[in-house]
């Protein structure tokens, strides 16, 4: 039996293509064209695989409609849609239950990969994780399709620069290696960012935290860096934000 899907958006060209290319991959579709019918034909979810939900509806917003539907059914697989959302939003979704992400425009290929590594991969608990941990975003595992695993960390070089290794696959694709890069002198200047002498979970917090890097950069160009590597140049307002929600966590755990 072909999984069921839920499209809920309000522009009527992309629903069609969106229903069209599912329904081309073998897939069954329904859609809704608002928040409140995309709940109502959602009902106790047990009809869905997957919804895929626009952020911005008319009337209720979709990451509203996303805790509605997580509230109903916290194993329901959801994608959420945005034209507009920054990796902020992508953050706020996850909290909220959200399985991915598609960033406006993609393509039909971007969509089925999305779609078939979301229905492919376990719906995980994390209501009890350690206090290095206790965010979503650092145990996140896939962003506009492409998942994420991290492989390990080279040797500091003679620059005093650090490299992580992670595997990027897009479903049914064989993973890329890449890396991500951190200059000696970004490791200073995030350390004098959070006001701390070391990072709030060790090591691992330098792991996460170019995990977060590359997760942006798939968020906003849907593809893997140029050559698989990444070098962290600059300390964004994302990674700030990102940085002060570690540290927030940090200090009331």
């Not at 934000?241 to 200090?251: A, E, G, H, N, P």
Request: proline share 4%; glycine share 6%.
């Amino acid at each position: 039996m072909s999984a069921r899907i839920l499209v809920i958006d309000d522009e009527s060209n992309l629903r069609n293509m969106i229903r069209l290319t599912l329904q081309h991959a073998g897939y069954s579709v329904e859609i809704a064209e608002t928040g409140a019918e995309g709940l109502n034909v959602f009902g106790d979810g047990q009809r869905f695989d997957l919804v895929l939900l626009d952020q911005k509806l008319p009337g209720i917003q979709g990451t509203d409609v996303l805790h509605s539907m997580m509230k109903t059914n916290s194993e329901a697989k959801v994608i959420l849609i945005s034209a507009h959302g920054t990796m902020d939003l992508a953050i706020e979704a996850m909290h909220a239950g959200a399985s991915d992400f598609l960033r406006k425009p993609f393509s039909a290929v971007t969509l089925r990969n999305a779609v078939q590594a979301t229905l492919e991969r376990p719906r995980s608990n994390d209501s009890a994780i350690p206090v290095a941990q206790v965010c979503r975003e650092f145990t996140r595992s896939s962003v506009n399709g492409f998942s994420i695993d991290y492989s390990h960390e080279s040797e500091e070089d003679s620059h005093h620069q650090r490299t992580f290794i992670f595997n990027v696959s897009a479903a049914g694709g064989s993973p890329d290696h890449v890396e991500v890069v951190l200059p000696c002198y970004m490791t200073e200047l995030v350390l004098a960012y959070a006001d701390t002498e070391e990072p709030p979970g060790g090591n691992r917090f330098w792991q996460v935290f170019c995990e977060e890097a590359l997760a942006a950069h798939l968020w906003e160009h849907a593809s893997i860096p140029d050559g698989k590597s990444l070098i962290i140049t600059d300390l964004t307002g994302h990674l700030e934000r990102w940085i002060d929600s570690i540290l927030t966590v940090s200090m009331s755990a």
